[in-house]
């Protein structure tokens, strides 16, 4: 089973996924940045698991817009 993330975690990664979408990137320390530029987090804790989770998010909706091609 995988950890539990709190409510307000993916709100707050979803608002700036859908807010900065073409700035969200695949890479936890570019998205650890954007995440202290456009919010005003500055707990710690909470900057690291807001990016963490924005990476997660960036990495699914990649996967759906190019689907892995049959290998022959």
């Given amino acids: 089973m995988g950890k539990v993330r709190p409510l307000i975690i993916k709100r707050l990664a979803?608002?700036?996924?859908?807010?900065?979408?073409?700035r969200v990137s695949l890479d936890y320390?570019?998205?650890?940045k954007l995440v202290l530029e456009v919010s005003t987090i500055r707990a710690k804790h909470l900057l690291?698991?807001?990016?963490g989770y924005l990476?997660?998010?960036?990495r699914r909706f990649k996967a759906i817009e190019q689907p892995q091609q049959p290998q022959a």
Avoid: C, E, G, W
């Fill in 14 to 22: 979803l608002q700036i996924f859908q807010q900065y979408y073409d």
């Fill in 29 to 32: 320390a570019q998205n650890k």
């Fill in 48 to 51: 690291n698991r807001v990016s």
């Fill in 55 to 58: 990476t997660r998010l960036a």
